[in-house]
């Protein structure tokens, strides 16, 4: 059974870097094919796709918010963190991160997210 | 890459049927056939309910479809039941040189 589980700060003050982990059980980070993703969620907005990391330690992020990002794994603790650096009030929302699945290159599973709150 | 456009809403009374579009553009939704949906029960992890294009994962209900037309790929859910009321969301993978990923802004679907 796969799960996924986020965690980091609920508030962070602007221009701050944000660090949040995503703690999951139930696969390998070291199997070839396999992803772990993030995806945001602003208040009433719509889900935005953030940055993945491959088993290989491939690394992929989302053109807008390349500079900002950072995503690293640890093999050995099932997890992976997501870095954002120079936090800003528009940052704030729901994190989730998801695995993805390497045949229909969807996110078939996710955390519940953790709720990031960023003050001016 | 932008967004693909979901109404913001839709509604359907139990045991009818709702279609849920997304559009997008010949960049995304109409060149890939990597089209999943999400059903996300607020305060609940997203469930992938739909992918590529018009493929169920084990355990959903054939009473989610899809399918796609061009630039627009379309969620129906048949014989509406209370539990279905969330939000919807499209997501279309865009690969180009990058892995990328676009989602749709989402659906509430209401069951009257």
């Known amino acids: 059974q796969i799960t996924l589980k986020e965690s980091g700060p609920t508030l962070v003050k602007s221009t701050q870097t944000l660090t949040l982990t995503c703690t999951f059980s139930?696969?390998?980070?070291?199997?070839?094919?396999?992803?772990v993703g993030w995806i945001r969620q602003p208040p009433g907005k719509a889900l935005e796709w953030l940055a993945i990391i491959f088993w290989d330690d491939d690394k992929r992020y989302s053109p807008s918010l390349k500079s900002r990002l950072t995503v690293a794994k640890d093999t050995s603790k099932n997890q992976v963190v997501l870095t954002m650096t120079n936090m800003d009030p528009v940052d704030t929302g729901t994190y989730f991160c998801?695995?993805?699945?390497?045949?229909?290159?969807?996110?078939?599973?996710w955390g519940l997210g953790t709720r990031v709150a960023v003050s001016s | 890459q932008s967004a693909l456009t979901q109404p913001p809403s839709a509604s359907g009374s139990p045991g009818q049927s709702v279609t849920i579009s997304c559009t997008g553009t010949s960049s995304d939704i109409g060149n890939y056939n990597y089209i999943s949906w999400y059903q996300h029960h607020p305060g609940k992890a997203p469930k992938l309910i739909i992918y590529a294009v018009a493929k169920r994962p084990s355990g959903v209900p054939d009473r989610f479809s899809g399918s796609k037309s061009g630039s627009t790929a379309s969620l129906t859910v048949s014989g509406l039941q209370a539990d279905d009321e969330a939000d919807y969301y499209c997501s279309a993978y865009v690969g180009n040189n990058n892995f990328e990923w676009v989602f749709g802004g989402g659906t509430k679907l209401t069951v009257l």
């Open positions: 139930g696969f390998s980070l070291s199997t070839s094919g396999v992803g």
């Open positions: 998801a695995h993805r699945d390497w045949i229909s290159l969807s996110f078939d599973y």
